[in-house]
């Protein structure tokens, strides 16, 4: 029987000091007393994957976010992905262990910056990646991920010229693809992705000669250009399946799981340090704390909350929109697996 300290500690610095045990008993009384779910993201720490009641990506997780029942929505992720479950339940309280967990990529681009864009381009239609803040995906036309990314610069008139942000080289690979030469890109990046070089590909080749290559469109070209495969983290998963040895051109957390899913292939991380420490900020200690003092509410004023909405919902809609997993998805998400149409998971 684990000992429980009464009463909510003053800061996440007493927490710490509290053993794995206790802070899971606290998290568990503490949500049933709230009646909170909490989401954590594929590449939380796994002492906060354990806790969770949903594991998966930004979208997915906020998309059931949408779904639940419960009030109170802990979001254990990064900043814009708790905004998205915000945008997508305005009616429900959402909260992050760290208020600090934002991702750089999100932060190239400010809504101010991007209305000086728009302004020396007038008419061209804004499409904003997914890992994006609010304010910015509230000014633009229509959202995107990685799988959808081509699909959506497709439903575009060829004519009318593009703003694509934050991530420069999802928008070189989506113009390779679609062939638009109107395509203005932001100079943003995922640093996770981006610092992952071809000497390590060329290691990890002549390591695994036999093995697959598969790389995230966030990488950079030279790396793109020697692929076998490019492709989304769900296209990952599949790749994963069908093949015996791979390398894996994205974050760690992904290809950690999927070699727990499937001991017997050779799946290789194309570099050991593709590792994302803001998404590792959240811990145990702050999750305890966050839903003791129901504090760190994520809130968006009704214009962001509204264009925001407007612009994922259009991109949902063209892709078919929110359906219930199969059951190989759900399969592998038991497995802690979810494929991800987003960078992140
Ligand atoms: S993996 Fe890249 S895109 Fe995802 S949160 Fe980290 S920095 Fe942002």
Known sequence: MIKITEGPLPTTLEYAALGKGELASRIAAKKAELGAVILGHNYQRTEIQDVSDYLGDSLGLSQEAAETDADVIVFCGVHFMAETAKVLSPEKT???????AGCPMADFVTAE????????????????????????????????????????????????????????????????KTGRENIIAWDG????????????????????????????????????????????????VSLAEEHDALIIGTERGLVDRLKQRFPEKTLIPLSGAAICGNMKLNTLAKLAWCLDHEKHEVTLDDRVQEGAERALRRMLDL????????????????????PSGCGCG
């Open 189 to 236: 990046y995922c640093y996770v992705h981006d610092d992952m070089v071809l000497e390590e590909l060329d290691k990890a080749r002549a390591d695994y000669p036999h093995a697959v290559v598969v790389v995230h469109p966030e990488a950079r070209q030279d790396l793109l250009e020697q692929a076998d495969f490019v492709t989304s983290t769900a296209g990952m």
């Open 113 to 176: 910056a991007l209305k000086r864009l728009v302004n020396e381009h007038p008419g061209a239609a804004v499409v904003t990646y997914v890992n994006s803040t609010a304010r910015v995906k509230a000014m633009s036309d229509i959202c995107c991920t990685s799988s959808n990314a081509v699909q959506v610069v497709e439903s575009i008139p060829e004519e009318r010229p593009i703003i694509f942000v934050p991530d420069r080289n999802l928008a070189r690979y989506v113009q390779e």
């Open 94 to 100: 959402v909260l992050m262990p760290d208020l600090r």
């Open 319 to 338: 892709s078919g929109g929110w359906r219930p997993p199969t059951g190989e998805e759900e399969a592998l998400e038991l497995a802690g697996v979810r």
